[in-house]
């Protein structure tokens, strides 16, 4: 791996290829954990390759290329939900002065690559629970949960202590509850 960081560092095309290569499904699924949307987690995608490619020379190696790349893809994403938010409230209080068109709404059907067909209808109800949680709520669920990464690493990819991962964590599975319980009330 010290090997493939240096190339980076010098530039070297083809190890950026191999690298990207080899990343691009973990920060693609991330990214659409978190965003829960194909073409935003593609421009996520792109944009973390690029600030890598843009900033390698800056990597330490105090912490795991993959962990930089998942610390990249968080933040990434986070930003582009607020970006995005942002743009939602505008919109919407453009359309209240009747100067706008619609408010923008998200569709929260989209394909998870890691979502079975039998377990569809399901995914759909846990990911639109999982849009209404808090970003940092909804990061460590993503990263834990879908990529399958331990609360230390999780702590290191986001840069917080053990213990605010665990208590994310433990929010973020309690409102998912609350919010699932409702639905399963309302079914029967």
Not at 9 to 22: I, P, R, W
Not at 75 to 101: E, M, V
Request: glycine share 6%.
């Amino acid at each position: 791996m010290a090997g493939l960081i240096e190339n980076l560092k010098q530039g070297n095309a083809s190890a950026f290829k191999d690298m990207v290569h080899t990343c691009k499904d973990m920060v693609y699924n991330t990214a659409i954990g978190i965003l829960q949307n194909p073409e935003d987690a593609e421009d996520v995608t792109q944009e973390v390759f690029m600030q890598v490619y843009e900033s390698i020379s800056s990597f330490k190696g105090e912490a795991l290329l993959s962990t930089w790349l998942y610390r990249i893809t968080v933040t990434k994403s986070l930003d582009h939900l607020k970006k995005k938010n942002r743009k939602k409230r505008w919109a919407k209080i453009t359309s209240l002065f009747g100067a706008g068109g619609e408010t923008l709404v998200e569709s929260a059907d989209f394909h998870h690559p890691g979502v079975t067909l039998a377990n569809k209808e399901r995914s759909v109800l846990l990911f639109k629970a999982l849009a209404r949680l808090p970003e940092n709520q909804k990061a460590v669920f993503v990263l834990h949960k879908l990529e399958g990464l331990s609360a230390k690493d999780i702590a290191a990819v986001m840069d917080i202590s053990l213990a605010s991962v665990e208590g994310l964590m433990h929010r973020a599975k309690a409102g998912l509850r609350s919010q699932l319980e409702k639905y399963y009330r309302e079914d029967d």
